[in-house]
């Protein structure tokens, strides 16, 4: 059974590579006799930049080998290629059968959603982007060895993505995400901070959005940052002039 999902396997990746089982890539498998041998040539010539060549040479491997875990490697190591080449959409679809593929790698699944997910994402496919970007955006679906750096990413983009259309509710946990998690660099935490704070303000939540706003300027991007001056004195006018308000109607 396990020789029939492989042999499927490779006539899929044979038919998106634009050649047929049995022709090109079936000679080029009969040139080598282990996976490793394969799957080393495939690296050389990835690392040659000649990927047309390296990507029959994965496909060779996936069917000389057995091994979930290699199999999703060679999966991995196609899409990589693909990307390289700019091509987005069939990067994306290996993307998906590296972490479709039964007891495979669990860091290499989970680096293959982030990059299907931002595959989707440059073809400004939302609707497909979006989904996956969310759920590599949760903390609790990492992957050790994954690149936690790839998770702050995601967040940062889906967070971007959702102030762009002013949906400014959704992007309130990936910036609490951006503001509290330690591992996030100083300057992607500060800009998320004032953007709290712009939202606050947004919300009419001035006291809060003032703490914010005082809390960028105090960091180290902050103290660079001239503009902020100002908007933390237009939300101090706005609270004088709510407090005066407040004192004439009473």
């Known amino acids: 059974m396990r020789m029939i999902l492989i042999y499927m396997m490779f006539c899929t990746i044979a038919c998106l590579s634009g050649c047929q089982p049995g022709e090109k890539d079936n000679n080029r498998r009969s040139s080598y006799q282990t996976y490793d041998e394969a799957f080393l040539s495939g690296m050389a010539n990835k690392k040659a930049d000649k990927y047309s060549e390296a990507i029959s040479d994965f496909q060779a491997a996936i069917t000389i080998t057995r091994q979930s875990y290699n199999i999703s490697k ?3 190591e ?47 496919d939302y609707q497909k982007a979006l989904p996956l970007l969310i759920y590599v955006a949760d903390e609790e679906n990492y992957a050790e060895g994954g690149g936690y750096y790839q998770l702050v990413d995601a967040n940062v983009t889906v967070c971007n993505y959702y102030w762009q259309i002013k949906d400014y509710e959704k992007a309130q946990r990936f910036l609490d995400f951006l503001i509290t998690d330690k591992s996030v660099p100083e300057k992607t935490c500060s800009r998320a901070i004032r953007r709290k704070g712009e939202y606050l303000y947004f919300k009419g939540d001035y006291m809060l959005a003032l703490k914010y706003f005082r809390k960028y300027a105090d960091s180290k991007t902050g103290k660079s940052d001239k503009t902020i001056i100002d908007q933390i004195k237009k939300c101090e006018n706005t609270l004088k002039e709510n407090k005066n308000k407040g004192e004439l109607h009473e």
């Open 78 to 124: 196609i899409s990589e290629c693909y990307w390289s080449q700019g091509k987005r959409l069939e990067a994306a679809l290996f993307c998906r059968k590296t972490y479709e593929t039964p007891q495979g790698w669990e860091h290499l699944a989970w680096r293959a959603r982030v990059r299907e997910a931002y595959c989707y994402y440059l073809l400004k």
């Open 74 to 76: 060679c999966l991995w």
